[in-house]
């Protein structure tokens, strides 16, 4: 077959001279980057002898091969997993069109160090691409299982690659470096040095589940010398092979045998992430049921966190045979950022990912993982607040998510949930903080849903609370709009908007004080109330005096149950149909400009110039809330006139 030469992208092309040229100083990690890939290779092809019966593979003896070449100066990582065609190769190797490289490009440059910069290597799926900071020269020779033809790739990271099939190839995938010399300084050390890819596999792949195999290096060159028989060689006769990973599952070893560094490792095989973990979870259920399960909350959320089609679940393993990745029926949806590792003893091995959502074992496990992980979430808030506000910036928002889909657990996830408060410039508080301050004969929690917390500061709706020194949770996640329709109350005191309703502050005592002087305003009010409600009657269904506003002379409310502005958009921008909801104007009665207003109506109902007034007053609401006006040409030109008017 002919050799084809292909030119890779533009990016893959940027990406390599990068590589190339060295951005990394911790250049050990490319070995680390090629055993992750040889392991997953492995495993996909027990997991597909396992569901294609006529799949005539040999799996007795999946393992990984390093070999290394002093002569040649070469360094080779082979498998005998699932290999690719040739179609996946040039697709998975020769582009990289959807592991973000652009992304990766750009944040490299802002990267202000090294580590910063070394650290984003994992977290783009550029694994492959880290072999040409060690290697002039990378040729991969792979054949898929099943197929009997194999192809080989090769590039020297310039621009442009090589692709031609072959006949001969084994089964499985071959990745041979030809190196570099020697570069202490710049950190480019002799990877064909037995003890340094003995030294890399020890640190970063020990926990690899399949044996890592290499040619046992001889200890007493000259004893070796005298045991070799007259006219043979060392060359002559095969080397032996010896494994030099533990191959020992850390979920499967007690935890006084296991290091921090190893759960970091193990953390990083499986997240593809280069930050340690925030927190690392054991757990083993005994009985009737048995599974192991070792799971991480990581310090950083993944790039697809909030993207849609987002990878999300644990490794599911049974008895020690990896059935799956991103095992979604483990873990829900809220805590997608979780990592790890789930190893049941009583599953099938043939089991799918539809069987998996109707098991009445997987949906046991699942909930005893998520009871498990809210349950350290708490241990960490009380005994590491430090950790637990890492946490909670990074992944609050998503954890939020489950208060509208994990009714079992509300409480539990309101229990580890922190919000900003009026109590605090810069601190947050929990729910359970909130109701052991609130006042004597307060009912309810108080909160208002906004864009930011200054703009709910400053909104007029916070008047009356600021004054009277009532407490307010400041909520400017977009999901708080949502989960707060569904989450009635917190230990049995009811959540209540700020923005809906009427609001009553006053203690009994206050209320038969102002009694007689608040009958006395509704009676002097009813006729402009009454002629408001008539004029704004598109905008609004009513206008009413206010008991929240001290400064401000007008702002919009909802009723109690209705959905808010903000909540109206985001099921419009999802494409779903919403009526527009009107609401309700409510006026200040000691304020000015409403008492002129209403002057100005008793003496001369008829004037036309007062219901541009009216107008007027209810877009300076509807703007202060942070809505949107409908006709803002005319809103600026009735301004316009009435500034003149004034000069």
């Given amino acids: 077959m002919p050799i084809e030469t292909f030119e890779f992208q533009v990016e893959a092309r940027q990406l390599l001279q990068m590589m190339i040229h060295s951005i990394y100083s911790n250049k050990d990690v490319f070995l680390r980057e090629l055993i992750s890939n040889a392991s997953d290779a492995l495993d996909k092809l027990r997991l597909e002898s396992l569901r ?113 099939t072959v006949d001969d190839a084994p089964q499985g995938t071959s990745v041979t470096l030809r190196l570099k010399p020697e570069d202490i300084e710049d950190q480019l050390f002799d990877y064909t040095s037995a003890w340094k890819i003995r030294e890399i596999v020890k640190r970063y792949s020990d926990f690899i589940t399949w044996p890592i195999k290499m040619a046992k290096e001889s200890t007493d060159a000259v004893a070796e010398a005298d045991a070799v028989p007259d006219g043979d060689s060392d060359g002559d006769r095969p080397r032996e092979v010896e494994t030099v990973n533990s191959m020992k599952a850390l979920w499967a070893r007690s935890k ?18 280069w930050n340690d973990p925030l927190e690392t979870i054991r757990m083993q259920a005994e009985g009737t049921f048995e599974y192991q399960a070792l799971l991480f909350i990581p310090s950083h959320p993944p790039q697809d966190l909030f993207m849609q089609g987002h990878k ?50 997987i949906q046991l496990m699942h909930r005893r993982l998520v009871k498990k992980v809210l349950s350290t979430l708490k241990d960490m808030m ?17 954890l939020k998510e489950g208060l509208l889909s994990d009714f079992e657990n509300r409480d539990a996830i309101l229990g580890v949930s922190s919000f900003a408060s009026t109590q605090d410039k810069e601190g947050l508080t929990t729910l359970r903080q909130y109701v052991d301050r609130m006042k004597e004969g307060q009912q309810h929690i108080f909160y208002m849903t906004g864009e930011s917390r200054s703009a709910i500061e400053s909104s007029p709706h916070m008047e009356a609370f600021q004054a009277k020194g009532f407490e307010v949770l400041l909520l400017t996640d977009p999901v708080d709009e949502v989960w707060v329709q569904s989450v009635p109350e917190f230990d049995g005191k009811q959540l209540r908007s700020i923005a809906k309703g009427e609001v009553d502050l006053d203690t009994e005592e206050e209320k038969k004080e102002v009694e007689a002087e608040r009958e006395k305003r509704q009676q002097e009010f009813a006729g402009l109330l009454t002629w408001m409600t008539t004029e704004l009657s598109e905008s609004v269904k009513e206008v009413r005096l206010s008991s929240r506003l001290t400064v401000s002379p007008a702002c919009i409310v909802g009723d109690t149950h209705d959905v808010t502005p903000a909540l109206e958009n985001m099921y419009r921008a999802m494409g779903q149909e919403v009526p527009h909801i009107k609401r309700i104007l409510e006026l200040n009665p000691t304020h000015p400009l409403v008492t002129g207003l209403r002057k100005a109506h008793t003496e001369r109902d008829a004037d036309a110039g007062l219901a541009e007034a009216a107008e007027l007053l209810y877009g300076m609401a509807l703007l202060a809330d942070g809505g949107e006006l409908s ?17």
């Fill in 52 to 164: 294609d019966n006529e799949l005539r593979e040999d799996v007795s003896d999946l393992h990984i091969g390093i070999e290394v070449d002093k002569e040649q100066r070469t360094l080779t990582v082979r498998d005998n997993g699932i290999g690719m065609s040739h179609d996946e190769v040039v697709q998975l190797i020769g582009t990289i069109a959807n592991s973000g490289t652009a992304k990766f490009l750009k944040e490299l440059k802002e990267a202000k160090d090294a580590a910063a910069s070394e650290e984003l290597i994992g977290q783009f799926g550029v694994g492959f691409y880290s072999s040409f900071m060690v290697a002039d020269e990378v040729t991969l020779l792979t054949r898929r299982a099943g197929e009997s033809r194999g192809t080989r790739w090769e590039s020297s990271g310039e621009g442009t690659y090589t692709v031609e």
């Fill in 256 to 273: 006084d045998e296991v290091t921090d560094d190893e759960y970091s490792e193990l953390y990083k095989h499986i997240s593809h992430d």
């Fill in 312 to 361: 999300r679940g644990v490794q599911l393993y049974v008895k020690r045979v990896f059935i799956m990745d991103d095992c979604e029926a483990l873990m829900p949806e809220y805590l997608r950022f979780v990592k790890g590792v789930v190893d049941a003893q009583d599953l099938s091995l043939n089991v799918s990912r539809e069987i998996l959502q109707q098991d009445r074992q």
């Fill in 382 to 398: 009380s005994g590491s607040p430090e950790r637990y506000a890492t946490f909670w910036k990074e992944f609050g928002r998503v």
């Fill in 631 to 647: 006709d803002p040409s005319r809103f600026i030109r009735l301004m316009a006139d009435r500034l003149e008017r004034t000069l």
